[in-house]
Every structure is written in C-alpha cells, then in structure tokens.
Nanobody, 125 residues
Framework: QVQLVESGGGLVQAGGSLRLSCAASGRTFSSDGMGWFRQPPGKEREFVAAISRSGGLTTYADSVKGRFTISRDNAKNTVYLQMNSLKPEDTAVYYC??????????????????WGQGTLVTVSS
C-alpha cells in the first residue's frame, strides 16, 4: 500500500507562487501515475494535473493550464506542483494521488488507489 504525504501549502498573495511536494512510500514509485486534485471550500474535489509514470506526459485542467506545472523525481519518490500566478479561486485543499500502472488520462478521470491527507493553499486578494 502506498503512502502519500503532501507539504508546501500556505498563505500567499494573489500573483504569487507556491510549490507543493508529495513524498511517496510503500510501492515502487515509477509504477504509479500521479496526480494533483483540489477541493475548494464548499465545493467538490476537482482534477488539477496528472503526470505519467516516466514523467514524459502531463495533462492539466483548463483552469490551471499555463500557470501550474506538475513534475516528478522518481529517484526521490516525489511529485511536485509548481503553482505560479496564483488567484484567489485557487484557494483549496490540494491532494496528491497515485494510480498503480495508470496513464495520465486514467489519473485525470480519478482512477486512483491512494490519496494523501491534503495541504491547504490560501490565496489572498
């Protein structure tokens, strides 16, 4: 069973940047398609970004395309989400997720078998 631990959330002003990290353990990291999801206050959880097992393929939600970048370091068992040009509407709890042998499209559709505990990102206007 894989364990996922997010870090890097916090309070930032609109226009600022944050980098989230998600450290994985318990399974061969390169076997997992990885993704980031978020849940804004009072709303349902939504897809943000996904990355393939090798890191060669990525996909993003339209709302973050051009501002967020997902990446992974398989040697460090870590996936990252670089968030630039943050907006108040990016305020949410951000979750890291893993899908064993899943493609980026599978991950984007929520075909996942492990979730982190979440990290709060608050963007002030």
């Amino acid at each position: 069973q894989v364990q996922l631990v997010e870090s890097g959330g916090g309070l930032v002003q609109a226009g600022g940047s944050l980098r989230l990290s998600c450290a994985a353990s318990g399974r061969t990291f390169s076997s997992d398609g990885m993704g980031w999801f978020r849940q804004p206050p009072g709303k349902e959880r939504e897809f943000v970004a996904a990355i393939s097992r090798s890191g060669g393929l990525t996909t993003y939600a339209d709302s973050v395309k051009g501002r967020f970048t997902i990446s992974r370091d398989n040697a460090k068992n870590t996936v990252y989400l670089q968030m630039n040009s943050l907006k108040p509407e990016d305020t949410a709890v951000y979750y890291c997720a893993a899908g064993y042998l899943r493609t980026v499209l599978d991950v984007a559709r929520g075909a996942l078998d492990a979730w982190g505990q979440g990290t709060l990102v608050t963007v002030s206007s």
